[in-house]
């Protein structure tokens, strides 16, 4: 038995623990252990007067190991080893018993059961601290430059924020030009700004900052290395047109002979094969479609090619892989729109006139395919009634439980501008209004009081009168608690709730990033650690992370951009030193160990022995578990700090 001085330390957490656990019985209890030197508890020993005790009790006792019950490590495990810090005792001599999260918070009906739980997880976080060792933390440097994935309004403000600072910004975009889903909205809620007008100069400054490398047309394929040093490539379509050359003229697009639906008009209008998605797209350069393209020479086609009197066309144009290092990462990925053709009930796909609220958003435009004026699809006539339909595929059992949070200021928007430029009937079916940001409940109110009316209900189906294309919409009114039927109904707008795009997904894979249930990505902490991922010098921001307007999106890439500048400033950064360890005497150079590490922190040295990177390894033990001949250990989480737990749990059964 180690003669190592442990003080054990009970957070009370205002009534959160104490208000369920008997912390004066839970001192008695461990009173007796073995190698516990000091019990005290607090009220909030998180707090600066509970630290302080914490710091006194370590100088006064000579303390050599602390155990905090309180919170999930999570929460507050930085804050107290900084407190070891201050008084110069290794802060990786320190074990926490989640007596929170784990115990009050979910047996807060049994006071006696929690008590006794609460012994038992400091019992054993005593039995794991008499084994804890000192560990050092490795220093790796941080290149100044960013790799920012996705540019819509979350990677622009990132990226201009940071090039502004001084630091090298690489932003990949998949799409011809950037922007995202903002350039196509035409206003922004509750103050009915001109998206495009919020948007685009801000573009413009991406295309000319100095700092920022534009890399449109382009995903990322691989990323290596590790936090300050990530080694990316980045897989680039051809453009088929020199950015460098073409003075966007439109020559080649009005002479290109091809029409298909354009996705940037969210398919109600036409484009050519060759074109730019819209007047104010950064780069400001035509694209080729070749897959629509009718051909490339003089004989099949070849038009675009002759029309082009700066020559900018190259039909030659090939994929490039592009390589970059970086000290950061920023993913802002976006969203896309649910599906609605998944709510067969409402009849998007089938009917003409059911569309969803991103064709309203670019009929509304005056840029729009129809000039701003809402229309039929059908025949094109102005409606005379619409009906809104509201959390289409969100809140729902079925497909999505959360709230996609812009759904609702959305319909409210579109509502009140169709109200106001025709005086056109318009109901909103809706759940629950969602009314959150500031002026948001304002502005919804006076949409009601312009004459758009609001039913409190679900619609259960929409049906088409096949003469008319009329629509029926039958619903339920469930403040007059009757069922509700609109007839003639010439267009009915689903509001589409938000989804993770397939890019989140796939650039999930690539970073190894985790996922949150929904399928966006997951943060660090949701308050504390609100930007951050899993993964050291990996930010996310905006939609990539969850639903949310514009102006949160915003804040989070500014916060976003903030974290990886507070990184590239150090210059130098401390990992933690949770990896694992190599004993080459037992190493038989098997390489189990490098085909289940899903980090890829495992390689094979000069010698033939496995090696691991301490600034990718992230502690989890699978290589720990599989390694046939027992050659690797996890620092921090040994077999015999772990069998020491159990050992002690199964003790106090006997």
């Given amino acids: 038995m180690s003669d190592k001085k442990i003080g054990v330390f009970i957070c009370h957490c205002g009534s959160n623990i104490a208000g369920v656990v008997d912390i004066e019985k839970v001192k008695a209890a461990i009173s007796g252990l073995s190698n516990v030197e000091v019990i005290d508890d607090y009220k909030y020993v998180c707090s600066k007067p509970g630290q302080q005790i914490l710091k006194d009790h370590i100088k006064n006792s000579r303390l050599e190991g602390v155990v905090i019950a309180a919170c999930s490590p999570r929460m507050h495990e930085p804050t107290f080893r900084q407190a070891m810090r201050d008084v110069g005792i290794n802060p990786f001599l320190l074990e926490m018993a989640n007596i929170r999260e784990h115990n009050s918070w979910i047996h807060s009906d049994n006071p006696e059961a929690a008590t006794e739980k609460a012994i038992d997880l400091i019992r054993m976080a005593v039995a794991r601290t008499r084994l804890l060792e000192p560990l050092d933390e490795p220093v790796v440097s941080i290149k100044k430059s960013t790799l920012i994935v996705g540019a819509g309004i979350a990677g622009i403000s990132a990226a201009l924020d940071l090039a502004d600072a001084g630091f090298e910004v690489h932003l990949v975009e998949k799409e011809p030009t950037i922007g995202g889903k903002m350039a196509q909205w035409d206003k922004t809620f509750p103050t009915l700004d001109c998206s495009s007008c919020i948007l685009t100069p801000r573009m413009a400054d991406v295309g000319v900052h100095p700092n920022i490398d534009l890399i449109t047309l382009a995903e990322v394929e691989s990323v290596d290395g590790f936090v300050g040093n990530f080694k990316v490539k980045i897989k680039q379509r051809p453009r ?101 053709t998944k709510k067969p009930e409402y009849g998007y796909g089938e009917f003409p006139n059911v569309v969803n609220i991103g064709e309203v958003e670019r009929m509304l435009s005056s840029a729009g395919p129809t000039q701003g004026n809402i229309v039929r699809p059908s025949d094109l006539q102005k409606p005379k009634k619409i009906v809104y339909i509201q959390c289409v595929g969100s809140r729902d059992e079925l497909t999505n439980k959360y709230c996609s949070r812009i759904c609702c200021m959305t319909a409210i928007k579109q509502a009140r501008m169709i109200r106001d430029k025709t005086g056109i ?175 890829n922190a495992i390689v094979l040295n000069e010698r033939g022995y496995a090696e691991v990177n301490p600034a990718l390894c992230k502690g989890c033990g699978t290589c720990t578990s599989t390694c046939p001949s027992g050659a690797i250990s996890s620092q921090h989480y040994t077999d015999g700090q772990i069998a020491a737990m159990i050992t002690e749990y199964l003790s106090a059964r006997e």
């Fill in 240 to 340: 088929y047109v020199d950015l460098e050359i073409c003075t966007s003229c439109g020559d080649c697009s009005e002479i290109c002979p091809v029409d298909i639906p354009a996705d940037f008009e969210a398919n109600l209008s036409y484009r050519k094969a060759i074109y730019i998605p819209f007047a104010q797209a950064v780069p400001s350069a035509y694209v080729l479609d070749m897959e629509h393209c009718l051909g490339v020479d003089a004989v099949r086609c070849g038009k675009c090619k002759d029309k082009c009197e700066a020559g900018a066309i190259n039909y030659d144009d090939a994929e490039k892989i592009i390589e970059i290092e970086v000290g950061t990462i920023i993913v802002s990925t976006g969203f896309e729109l649910f599906d609605a």
């Fill in 425 to 599: 009937d318009v109901y909103i079916f809706y759940i629950d209004l969602r009314t959150f940001g500031k002026g948001y409940e304002e502005f919804y109110e006076s949409t009601a009081k312009a004459g758009v009316t609001f039913i409190r209900g679900r619609v259960g189906e929409v049906h088409q009168n096949d003469e008319t294309m009329s629509l029926i919409v039958r619903g339920e009114d469930t403040l007059l608690g009757k069922p509700i039927q609109f007839d003639d109904v010439d267009l009915v707008v689903l509001s589409t709730g938000v989804v993770a795009s397939e890019t989140t997904k796939n650039i999930s894979h690539t970073l190894n990033l985790s996922l949150s249930p929904d399928g966006f990505l997951l943060e660090a902490h949701p308050k504390l650690r609100p930007v951050d991922s899993f993964n050291d010098g990996i930010f996310v921001a905006g939609m990539a992370q969850g639903p949310k307007d514009i102006p949160d999106t915003v804040a989070q890439a500014k916060a976003a951009a903030s974290g990886a500048m507070a990184l590239m400033g150090k210059g130098k950064i401390n990992i933690e030193p949770y990896y694992s360890i190599v004993n080459e005497d037992k190493c038989t150079g098997c390489q189990e160990c490098i085909a289940v590490c899903p980090y």
